[in-house]
């Protein structure tokens, strides 16, 4: 395995392929529905126009060499089919779906290759399973190039773009076609195994399986025990037509984010655990839980984490057990409450849960950040002066916003009125804009709209 520096893909016997593979996989944003998914809960994410393109020959070499080259990083990765079998046969015989890292020497944590290497070892690993032992690529030199309009740092999920990009090329190369969960499933593996984050499924799915002008409502209710999910979509009414999806990358991206992420999961487990215990229970999620008859129809969210606080009692640090599996479980009302609001052209009460998300997580979850919080306060009064000369928009003008992704740092997501879109644009290009001031940094906003998921197809190479 070797990694250098330039874009340098093909090896120098170029072979006589006459197609290449392309294809492009969106990143995403996720309007509602913020640390559910790996909590047996609701998400209602969307697919993004901006996106990986990644573009794949198979030369006629026997050597089985794998060169994949990212026009982002401007760095190529060379390594061998033999070097991918290994890491697929270490991947089965400690357990395909277990979590534990699989170390990589000479790979810094994080790097692009990581990802690379693990799409390789674990759809190999899949194929395998299947007692499919003869890789397309074993005999064959495979040679790729990336190139993303992804904002890295933003949290439009850029790694699972990249995951679903490469296993979805190779699903289609094997000819042994896996279907879309499982496919989304490996890349979160991957997520797990190669990068060391415990993520759920939401970004895996979103990138995969979105649809164009709808909103990818997803339940996970089952997926911890099952492994299945249920997909549905929202389309927007036509009162929320005149609005834009917007995203706000506040430029900022905390070290602490991954290992507060892979706490908060335990956190939640945790909490799991606690209340199964004091309830005479065996729910598998605290999705499940937040459906049952009692906790239902509770007045206030104060009295609701009061609830669970008291459910908790017997854990030394239950008042943050508290707080977090009350933000995973109440979360769920709002993602329904968000779909009713698109489907019924609400404007108001999606822009109540919109906010209500993003104080929970601030609050709660303790996943923001004063950027964040400071990039909603700056959209908020950005738009409320731009409002002044056009006095008809009345308060929907804006919905939201809150904070979408992980958190730490990435990107704020809201509704914004078109009419509004340009001259936020030019606002916020301004270093006199409200969050520049106070932080020094110059943001990047994203005017968008919901996409359709991961495409592929030939293309004659000219």
């Not at 990009?165 to 499982?182: C, H, K, R, V």
């Amino acid at each position: 395995m070797q990694i250098s520096s330039g874009v340098h893909p093909l090896p120098s016997d170029p072979g006589s392929t006459l197609q290449k593979l392309v294809s492009f996989t969106p990143g995403r944003v996720n309007l509602i529905g913020e640390h559910t998914d790996y909590n047996g809960g609701m998400v209602m994410p969307a697919a993004l126009d901006l996106g990986l393109r990644c573009e794949m020959k198979v030369l006629n070499s026997s050597e089985g060499m794998i060169f994949c080259a990212s026009r982002t990083s401007n760095e190529t990765l060379e390594i061998s089919a033999a070097e991918t079998s290994e890491l697929a046969n270490i991947a089965l015989k400690s357990g395909l779906e277990k979590s534990e890292t699989i170390p990589l020497q000479g790979v810094s944590k994080g790097h692009w290759t990581r990802y690379v290497i693990g799409c390789f070892a674990l759809y190999e690993a899949a194929l395998l399973g299947r007692q499919i032992s003869k890789m397309p690529w074993s005999e064959k030199t495979l040679s790729l190039i990336l190139e993303s309009t992804l904002p890295q740092g933003a949290g439009l999920s850029s790694s699972a773009a990249l995951c679903i990009s490469l296993l979805g090329q190779l699903n289609f190369l094997s000819g042994a076609p896996l279907d879309a969960g499982t496919l989304a499933r490996l890349a979160m593996l991957v997520e797990h195994r190669f990068a060391g984050t415990h993520c759920g499924l939401m970004d895996q799915l979103a990138v995969l399986c979105s649809r164009a002008d709808h909103y990818t409502r997803i339940d996970f209710l089952e997926f911890p025990v099952s492994k299945s999910f249920h997909i549905s979509y929202a389309k927007a009414h036509e009162a929320f037509h005149n609005h834009a999806l917007v995203i706000f990358k506040t430029g900022v991206s905390h070290s602490l984010a991954e290992s507060a992420y892979n706490e908060r999961r335990a956190s939640c487990e945790a909490a799991l655990q606690e209340m199964n215990k004091a309830l005479g229970l065996g729910a598998h999620s605290l999705g499940e839980l937040a459906r049952l008859p009692r906790f239902k129809g509770i007045p206030s969210n104060s009295e609701y984490l009061n609830l669970v606080e008291s459910l908790l009692s017997g854990h030394r640090e239950h008042k943050i057990l508290a707080r977090r599996a009350t933000h995973a479980m109440l979360e769920n009302a709002r993602v329904v409450d968000a779909a009713k609001a698109l489907s019924a052209g609400d404007l108001n009460s999606l822009n109540r849960v919109m906010r209500e998300s993003h104080y929970s997580l601030d609050s709660l979850y303790e996943v923001s950040c004063p950027e964040l919080n400071l990039a909603c306060q700056s959209m908020e009064s950005v738009v409320r002066d731009l409002c002044l000369s056009h006095s008809t928009l009345g308060d929907t003008a804006l919905i939201g916003p809150r904070m979408t992704g992980g958190g730490f740092g990435g990107s704020t997501v809201q509704l914004v009125h078109r009419n509004l879109c340009d001259g936020l644009l030019e606002r916020f290009s301004d270093t006199a804009n409200p969050y520049t001031k106070s932080t020094g940094i110059l943001p990047e906003i994203f005017i968008t709209r919901p996409c359709s998921g991961f495409a592929a197809g030939l293309e004659n190479i000219e």
